[in-house]
């Protein structure tokens, strides 16, 4: 891991902290008020703050354990840095994509 | 204790396998004292390297029972268990025969964090005058008396997982150096220990401070250099 790598992977987590709280504290108000699918898709359809919210949590998932991933295969696999680099990269890609894909099922309208 | 100690040698080189010795138990007895009882008594083939005997040398580190120790200073009535003993040669390093290892590449380590001293004044200058209270010169001092016995690099995982890893005897010398205001080879030094294998790989695992025999905190050290290397990118002095 080089400095760079370790700022954001330090930062991402930072952030990620709020983010874990809020996203936590929304899943038991979710099922504690009963709340239905239609109930959360009426709240969170066009809404420019969950967007924005779940949009930042994904970009920062996917940033830190891309990071997480590549000093992993680095120091378990025979992969060299580069190469565990570029898988790192892709899974980060993949976990980005996926989740930006149910940000847009529940936010876009 | 008994009167007598089961002691397991490591012959061969990186193959090989553990012999059994009988050493007689005695009073006060080192570590380095049963090797050196099996070399003269038993099996003066057996490979294995001191010095001073005294703490001060750092050559005769070995993996006793398990854990890197420095053996000159380590009482066998401390580490045996049931008067058994297993030596072996540290770990981490390629091993040259029995109990004495290749120290290459821990120094080679040394010299990639740039742990030499850059003089910033010559000769004919006057002698820098530097305040033992002063916050840098405390924290350099901290860090100052490593004796290079390997036990830290022998104990530490992320060595063991990434060959590439400098090491916290290594880094502790770096942050000696970071924080010597003589020093006018800082951003060398930070850009040295700021890639892949440098400071930032630290898992804080802290074994290299619980076993150091001189009580250095090394996973201090490195967590300097941590901070200092984030400051110095952000400011723009070094690059990824």
């Keep these: 891991m080089n400095v760079r790598l370790y700022l954001w992977q330090r930062l991402t987590a930072a952030a990620m902290v709020p983010l874990i709280a809020v996203h936590l504290a929304v899943i038991f108000y979710a099922t504690r008020q009963d709340l239905t699918a239609a109930d959360i898709l009426a709240r969170t359809r066009g809404s420019i703050a969950w967007a924005l919210f779940y949009g930042i949590f994904v970009a920062a998932a996917a940033i830190h354990a891309g990071i997480g991933l590549r000093n992993i295969l680095v120091e378990w696999s025979r992969l060299r840095a580069r190469t565990a680099g570029i898988a790192a990269m892709a899974f980060a890609a993949v976990l980005a994509a996926l989740g930006a894909r149910a940000i847009a099922a529940v936010v876009l309208p | ?240």
Aim: aromatic share 6%.
């Design chain 2, 1 to 240: 204790m008994s009167s007598e100690l089961t002691v397991s040698l490591w012959r061969g080189s990186e193959s090989g396998a553990y012999e059994t010795y009988a050493v007689p138990a005695r009073q006060s007895q080192t570590v380095l004292d049963v090797v050196t009882y099996v070399q003269r008594n038993l099996d003066p083939t057996l490979s294995y390297r001191f010095a001073c005997r005294v703490g001060m040398c750092g050559s005769c580190a070995m993996m006793v029972n398990g854990r890197p120790r420095w053996t000159c200073r380590t009482h066998v009535s401390k580490v045996a268990k049931d008067g058994r003993l297993k030596i072996g040669p540290l770990e981490n390093l390629p091993v040259i025969k029995d109990l004495a290892t290749d120290m290459q590449p821990f120094f080679e380590k040394w010299q990639d964090a740039k742990g030499v001293f850059e003089p910033s004044l010559t000769r004919h200058d006057p002698i820098q005058e530097i305040r033992p209270d002063t916050p840098d010169r405390v924290a350099a001092d901290a860090a100052v008396e490593c004796i290079n016995c390997g036990v830290c690099y022998s104990a530490c995982d992320t060595v063991r997982w990434n060959p590439d890893y400098m090491g916290p005897a290594a880094l502790n010398r770096a942050w000696s150096l970071v924080n010597d205001v003589r020093d006018a080879g800082q951003t060398e030094r930070l850009q040295a220990i700021a890639g892949d294998g440098g400071c930032h790989s630290c898992h804080t695992h802290q074994s290299c401070q619980q076993l150091c025999p001189q009580s250095l905190n090394p996973t201090a050290a490195i967590a300097g250099l941590k901070r200092r290397t984030v400051q110095a990118y952000l400011k723009g002095e070094i690059k990824a």
